[in-house]
């Protein structure tokens, strides 16, 4: 099994925390996401894929209906316990259970880097009506805070493993025949926090998932003292800045 595939199959053991401490997305980067869908009599029939513990489901149910799809039953079980008024399946990016041009959008929140993406992009031109959006979601730091970029050198010197695919620079989503050329926003997305909540989070990152038991505990360990060392984070709740990028094409 390739390392990416493995890393994709670490979260299940980690679904309660990573429900409990990974951050949700902010409504203005759904909202842009949205927005070619936007306005009709009827709220948008969504599709959030590679949905996790529900952390992007959340904030779609404020537009419309929503089927979640996820591989992971660990992950599942989550989201169908926090929104039970979800429509949930068990499935894949690249074999989507849903039918020929069922939604009008097809979302994927901190996942679109674990799919193979020409079977994924055929998939959403599929379920998606003329028209319909697909749009991608990345969380990331906002390395223009001196002391985020910190806490990032603190916990990555003892990373061992590389980084998925797409993670560390969000790409244009690819090219395919059956979808507009996309388009890229940013939102601020500021999240309340402690170190010790900081921590528990990073601990659900694949990288650390996959790393042997002493890495990890270096990596967390080497976190949890540069946040007790610095002002901004000692202190106990703080602001941790975020930024969520968005990638937006439009079915043909």
Do not use: C
């Not at 990416?4 to 980067?29: C, E, K, L, M």
Request: aromatic share 6%; glycine share 8%.
């Amino acid at each position: 099994m390739d390392i990416d595939r493995a890393r994709a199959r670490s979260f299940g053991p980690a679904a309660a925390a990573y429900a409990a401490f990974r951050p949700g997305y902010p409504r203005a980067a759904v909202e842009w996401a949205l927005q070619p869908v936007l306005g009709a009599s009827e709220p948008p029939r969504l599709l959030d894929l590679g949905a996790g513990t529900g952390k992007l489901t959340a904030t779609l149910l404020e537009f419309g209906p929503v089927t979640a799809v996820e591989p992971d039953e660990g992950m599942l079980a989550q989201l169908r316990a926090r929104l039970p008024e979800v429509q949930a399946r068990s499935g894949t990016a690249e074999e989507v259970p849903a039918e020929d041009s069922s939604v009008d959008a097809v979302l994927v929140g901190q996942a679109w880097h674990w799919f193979d993406h020409d079977r994924a992009l055929a998939e959403a031109a599929r379920v998606l009506r003329p028209g319909g959006v697909l749009a991608a979601l990345w969380n990331s730091d906002d390395l223009a805070v001196e002391w985020v970029r910190g806490y990032r050198e603190a916990l990555y010197s003892q990373r061992s493993v590389p980084p998925a695919e797409g993670t560390d620079n969000v790409p244009a989503l690819p090219g395919h025949p059956a979808f507009a050329h996309s388009r890229h926003s940013r939102h601020p997305n500021p999240v309340r926090t402690t170190a010790e909540g900081l921590v528990a989070s990073m601990g659900t990152h694949s990288w650390l998932l996959v790393s042997e038991p002493d890495v990890r505990e270096r990596a967390l360990g080497g976190l949890r003292d540069y946040l007790a060392g610095r002002p901004e984070t000692s202190a106990g709740e703080f602001e941790l800045p975020l930024v969520t990028e968005v990638l937006r094409t439009l079915r043909k």
